[in-house]
């Protein structure tokens, strides 16, 4: 007989699924980058502008996902941390470019391992195999079509 609190119609069910996984990893995560002096927002932020993918808050929002007052209430606290800068666009000045900080830097570097470990953990269940296989698979679906983005104009049909 099986153990598991779970039914099996909803064990089969990939959204159910799915959000469990999110919010257990999520709340690991939470408090892993929580114990770094950041939010999990902000450990969001600072990967985007790490990696070049953000240089406007419009385009850091659309990239980590965030609405727009969410995100300039996580920019203000990196800010106000010391972790990144926002300066205006000389062509437009209604445009702020937002870039990483030495600070930033720094604490990304700590959380990146801290979160590395807590997916380490949260995949320790699976083979290798298994895990290389599951860290691809949601890699391909996150970033294929059937993704969502945080875009707030409406899709083009």
Known sequence: MDESPVSHALGRDL???????????GAA???????????VRGYI????LSEGEADSQLTLGRTSMMD??????????????????????????RVRSVSITERG?????????????????FLAVLPPDQRRAFRAAATA?????????????????
């Not at 209430?73 to 062509?91: K, N, S």
């Not at 720094?106 to 990146?112: D, G, K, N, S």
């Not at 059937?146 to 049909?157: C, E, L």
């Open 105 to 121: 830097k720094q604490v990304l570097e700590r959380a990146a391992l801290a979160v590395a470990k807590v997916e380490e953990e």
């Open 15 to 25: 959204h159910w699924c799915l959000v469990r996984l999110v919010r257990g990893i």
């Open 29 to 39: 995560e939470y408090e892993a980058v929580r114990g770094c002096g950041i939010s």
């Open 45 to 48: 932020i600072l990967l985007a």
């Open 68 to 93: 727009k007052s969410t995100l300039v209430r996580a920019v203000d606290e990196m800010e106000e941390g010391g972790y990144l800068v926002r300066t205006p666009d000389p062509a437009d000045r």
């Open 141 to 157: 679906l996150a970033t294929g079509p059937s993704a969502s983005t945080f875009d707030p104009r409406p899709a083009i049909v």
